[in-house]
């Protein structure tokens, strides 16, 4: 049986305040129940202001994203070693705003998949297709070639310490989630193209999260798709009280 993962993916929201009272607001709404893996996803700068409010509570801390490289001259990036430093257990990796935004190629985002695995942190890998892809019955060459590239030189023992996201772009932000068949389809697939990367048995045991337009009035129905093991939230994880309604529907 895998565990559902609910993870919150602040984005560039909140200010350093508000950040940590949506923080504690999680804390105490989750009351020290661990029938669901939770984390949160907040903006560099208030990193360590979270990491304050979560440690010692089953709320996990993670970043939304790296460099590849431990230390050096690359003036305004951010270093997996420095995210373990204040004390992210995760970081999410090749989400499609920075694909898409910041022209993240596949090569790239592996490169950073092996750097934050060597630091210890755990991966949150996002891959989705855009909606002309999927008018266009691109869907599965898309994933195909994102979990490919992505992917590359995983081992089975890596992939224990990676989730997979599967993000339909035309779902992210939209209010337009994808429908729970759509999402499973889709799941299925993934776990099975994983299964050929990196071994059948590791991607059994693969988490695979859902994210897209996730709220309360959805989340049940997606989270009771047999591969669709979480969800990465965004608009909704703003809220504690929507993303706490998010957790309980992983609970079952
Ligand atoms: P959304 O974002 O829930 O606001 O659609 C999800 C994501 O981008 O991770």
Redesign the pocket.
Known sequence: MRKKFIAG?W?MNTRGIDGELLAAAVVKGLAGDTRVTVAVCPPFPFLPRVAQIVAGTPVALGAQNCYPKDDGAFTGEVSPAMLVDVGCKYVIVG???RRQIFKESDEYINAKVHAALKVGLQVIL?IGETLDERKANKTEAVLDTQLTGSLAKITAKSLKNMVV?Y?PVW????GVNATPQQAQDAHAFVRNRVGQLCGVAAAQTLVIQY????KPDNATILLSQPDVDGA??????LKAEDFLAIVRAGVG
């Open positions: 993916n984005k989400h499609s705003e996002c996201a993000e779902a992210i932000g939209t994210g897209g337009s996730v990465l939230v965004g608009g909704a994880a």
